[in-house]
């Protein structure tokens, strides 16, 4: 070798080195010192690696429960995350009269080229969008939500009294199958069939999002994983990958769905699809909120109807009084074939047990990023944080706070909710609210989710006894963004 090139390449190779470690340095230190008076994590305060560790680990749901005890309730979580389960500042992030817009996390859940409702961070885009879907959403323009969910319930029963009876069954898989049947029932008037299919899994849906949870979760958390994979040049080669899975195929089928009803001359049935042309949606706008709507609709629910059967099962007492309420109201003719929503509101256990299950185990486990808004705020409680700062509620905390709910708050108790005085159950619900979401940005599905949990766990304990096979080990979960639990083998056996 030359003496002049070996020279060069002795001076050149150790000087872009010391180039690229002295940014990295320096943009871990700008990055740390930013929000260096917000508590965290060290980790978490120069690289989003703590948080990807988290994730692919699927610990976030219990390593961020606790962040508050150690913390407080702003925790840095990321170099320009931070969450908080303080319920002031997030009606002062969240409320109607809020200036913080969404921050690009949400950009992340955008399945295809085309934004929707949960993806778009234009807030006058998403009002727009929202204004004309959620009359759908609360089952008015002709809509007949009860009807649509409570015949997948129906279906429910009869496929378990079919296939079922007398053997275990993985129940988090047969939950997930009702919570996508009542979704594709409620939009486009048809389920799907997912409860009736031999394998229960029309087109590989399932399984394909399962696999990809975590990609998913990476791909809102870390803005470099989102800015790759929606670049010009790989957003192509995602969408031809997708199209492959069992996502892709269940997309496809939404855009035929839609695209006939756009090529009809009536709009057709009292469905949701029906309501979205009706108010004015274009057919691509109207392809988004379908594909959201099995995004959010069926993946978040089936978190709630899991975890609070699981609850109710391996908790004898309050087992044995929902029993007896249920069976009480049918004694006495005041319900229907399936309880309607109305009636289901008259039982006060059930009521107290449904909002028990939402506040053990909250739908999201974190996440919805608001960023603040330029020239940075002060929050409800002194601390300032920086324009553009991402913040976000940390829901399994926020639904663990003793001081809203008392010192048990690990222990599933629905008589939490009807044990106090008016004014604390009250302060209780309110506090529950927040997992919903505030104004407009409160979730478009939750009357949608309330009326499955009331029916499927009223129907289910009036028709059959439940039980769980392998206490020692009653399922497995994983949790990113929201909670994936499988093997949950449960017993079932007609109602004594």
Not at 123 to 134: L, M, P, Q, R, W
Not at 211 to 229: G, Q
Not at 234 to 239: D, E, K, L
Not at 381 to 402: C, Q
């Amino acid at each position: 070798m030359d003496l002049t090139q070996f020279n060069t390449a002795a001076i050149v190779w150790p000087t872009v080195a010391a180039i690229a470690i002295s940014y990295i340095l320096l943009s871990s230190f700008l990055s740390w010192y930013r929000l260096r008076h917000i508590p965290g994590p060290f980790l978490a305060s120069i690289s989003s690696l703590w948080n990807v560790l988290n994730i692919v680990t699927g610990r976030t749901s219990p390593v961020l429960e606790k962040l508050p005890g150690r913390y407080g309730p702003l925790v840095r979580t990321g170099p320009n995350y931070v969450l908080t389960d303080d319920a002031e500042i997030l009606r002062h992030v969240n409320g109607v009269r809020s200036t913080y817009p969404r921050n690009g996390w949400y950009e992340g859940f955008k399945v295809d080229e085309h934004d929707h409702m949960g993806s778009h961070i234009d807030t006058s885009v998403h009002d727009a969008i929202k204004s004309k879907v959620i009359g759908g959403y609360n089952g008015k323009d002709g809509i007949d939500l009860e009807g649509a969910i409570g015949s997948q319930v129906k279906t429910l029963v009869s496929e378990i009294r079919r296939r079922h009876l007398g053997q275990p069954v993985d129940f988090s898989r047969l939950m997930r199958q009702m919570a996508l049947d009542a979704i594709t029932a409620v939009a486009f008037g048809e389920a799907l069939g997912f409860l009736t299919a031999e394998d229960g899994d029309v087109f590989g849906y399932v399984s394909a999002v399962d696999k990809m949870l975590t990609y998913l979760t990476l791909a809102s958390d870390l803005p470099i994983v989102r800015s790759f994979v929606r670049s010009r040049r790989m957003a192509p080669a995602v969408r031809c990958v997708l199209a492959y899975t069992g996502i892709g195929r269940m997309l496809n089928h939404t855009r035929r769905v839609v695209a006939e009803r756009y090529a009809a001359d009536d709009p057709g049935k009292g469905d949701m699809t029906a309501s979205f042309i009706r108010k004015g949606l274009t057919q691509i706008e109207c392809e988004g909120e379908s594909h959201l709507q099995l995004i959010a609709g069926a993946d978040t629910a089936v978190t709630v109807l899991r975890s609070t059967l699981l609850y109710i099962m391996t908790t004898p007492r309050v087992y044995t009084r929902l029993k007896a309420e249920i069976k009480a109201a049918v004694d006495a003719g005041e319900v229907v074939e399936v309880i309607t929503m109305a009636q289901a509101q008259r039982l006060p256990y059930l009521q107290a047990v449904v909002l028990e299950g939402f506040r053990m185990r909250p739908a999201v486990v974190y996440g919805h990023f608001k960023s603040v808004p330029a020239g940075g705020d002060t929050l409800p409680n002194g601390v300032r944080l920086p324009a553009g700062t991402a913040i976000a509620p940390n829901y399994i905390a926020l639904t663990r706070r003793a001081d809203v709910y008392g010192p048990d708050v690990d222990l599933f108790r629905p008589e939490r909710f009807l044990d106090v005085e008016p004014a604390k159950r009250h302060e209780m619900e309110r506090a529950m609210d927040l997992n919903f979401g505030l104004g407009r940005w409160q979730c478009a599905g939750r009357n949608i989710a309330l009326m499955e949990m009331n029916k499927v766990f009223f129907e289910l304990l009036r028709h059959f006894d439940l039980q769980i096979v392998y206490p020692g080990k009653a399922w497995d979960e994983f949790t990113g963004v929201v909670y994936s639990q499988h093997n949950m083998w449960v017993q079932i056996t007609e109602s004594s």
